[in-house]
Nanobody, 127 residues
């Protein structure tokens, strides 16, 4: 399973960015993904959960993201989005897409795999 993230960049404080991440599988079909989300990591620090969304749309956010970030997903496209608003310099991190509980249809039947992380996309917020 591969996760490809898009949408990072440089923005001024108070601005907005939208991240997206699409999951794909090279030799199987993705049937469903239990949870998708975003982590972020600053240099030399551990990664922290930003937001996560289940197949049914239940969401959870880090306290720093509540009220400013909105996570959503398109199950048909196996894609998760993170709309970030009122960005602050402390939001500057590499953001990693995440997927877990991935059900694949293979020639051997259905298999459930995960978790997976994408390569990350840099978000830089200038003051």
């Amino acid at each position: 399973v591969q996760l490809q993230a898009f949408g990072g960049g440089l923005v001024q404080a108070g601005g907005s960015l939208r991240l997206s991440c699409a999951a794909s599988a090279a030799s199987a079909s993705i049937v469903s993904i239990d949870s998708m989300g975003w982590f972020r990591q600053a240099p030399g620090k551990q990664s922290d959960l930003v937001a996560i969304v289940s197949t049914g749309g239940n969401t959870d956010y880090d306290d720093s993201a509540k009220g400013r970030f909105t996570i959503s997903r398109d199950n048909a496209k196996n894609t998760v989005y993170l709309q970030m608003s009122r960005l602050k310099p402390e939001d500057t991190h590499v953001y990693y897409c995440y997927a877990d509980g991935v059900t694949l249809a293979t020639n051997l039947g259905a298999v459930r795999v995960g978790p997976y992380w994408g390569k990350g996309t840099q978000v830089t917020v200038s003051s």
